[in-house]
């Protein structure tokens, strides 16, 4: 069975300082995997994506995440991060192939950016 | 404006009872998708549905059931036999995989209270 695990529940940073929340997964085949946030009060939303290509993929906000196929690792990274980034953050492996649309998610990481 | 949309927003009902939360998108997307969310444990996946009249179970089906009689609509049933069914369900579409990275589109979510 897949599964996806995020290392940190919750992050604390102050304005400006980088972030870097690990992502890890499980699967034998093909994935496409996804970065989501939910910011307070809003609907869940895409961050940024990989399905093919260039592992080093860049999302809105100035969000980037490297794809490392040989670790199985999707860490997502902003070299400053802003107060109004809080949110949580949510990693998400979604297969291709004979398990196509049987998305597993990861527990998600709380961030709070102190201004 | 394209989306997707759930109700109610709230829900209560009663131990014992059925209970249909609806979920309808205007994406013109081929699949949907049933999601529970508890506080620390992500969304897990509860069914999910690539063609009108299919669907298959996700991670934790067990007292839940759906249909797929349209395109555009995915209303899925909390039956007395889910144990604990109080929780925050979100309702997510896509396209079909392997179309670029078939990332989830989702509604605002449907918080049922069971008393």
Redesign the interface.
């Known amino acids: 069975a897949q599964s996806v695990s ?1 290392h940190n ?1 919750h992050v604390i940073l102050s304005e400006a300082a980088s972030l870097e929340l690990g992502c890890n997964y499980s699967y034998g085949g093909t994935v ?1 995997l ?1 970065w ?1 946030v939910q910011y307070p009060g809003q ?4 961050l940024l ?4 290509g260039d592992p080093l993929v860049k999302g809105i906000k100035g969000f980037e995440a490297e794809f490392i196929k040989s670790k199985f690792s999707f860490n997502l990274r902003k070299p400053s991060v802003q107060w109004s980034d809080t949110a949580e953050y ?1 990693c ?1 492996v ?1 297969p ?1 192939g004979t398990n ?9 990481t709380t961030l709070t950016v102190k201004p | 404006d394209g989306g997707i949309t759930q109700s109610p927003k709230y829900l209560f009902r009663k131990e014992g009872q059925n209970v249909t939360l609806s979920c309808e998108q205007n994406l013109n997307h081929d ?1 949907m ?1 049933w ?1 529970r969310q508890d506080p ?6 509860i069914y ?1 549905s ?1 063609i009108v009249n299919d669907f ?1 179970k ?2 934790i089906a067990e007292g839940y059931s759906v249909s797929r009689e349209k395109k555009e609509s995915f209303p899925l049933t909390v039956t007395s036999a889910q144990k604990n069914p109080t929780a925050f369900y ?1 309702c ?1 579409s896509s396209t ?3 179309t ?10 449907t918080r049922l209270t069971v008393l």
């Open positions: 995020q529940h496409n996804f989501y609907h869940l939303q895409l994506k990989y399905f093919s949510f998400a979604n291709l196509a649309g049987k998305s597993t998610f990861g527990d998600g | 699949a998708y999601y620390g444990q992500g969304l897990r996946l999910y690539q298959q996700g991670d979100l997510a079909l995989p392997g670029g990275g078939y990332e989830q589109f989702f509604g605002p979510g």
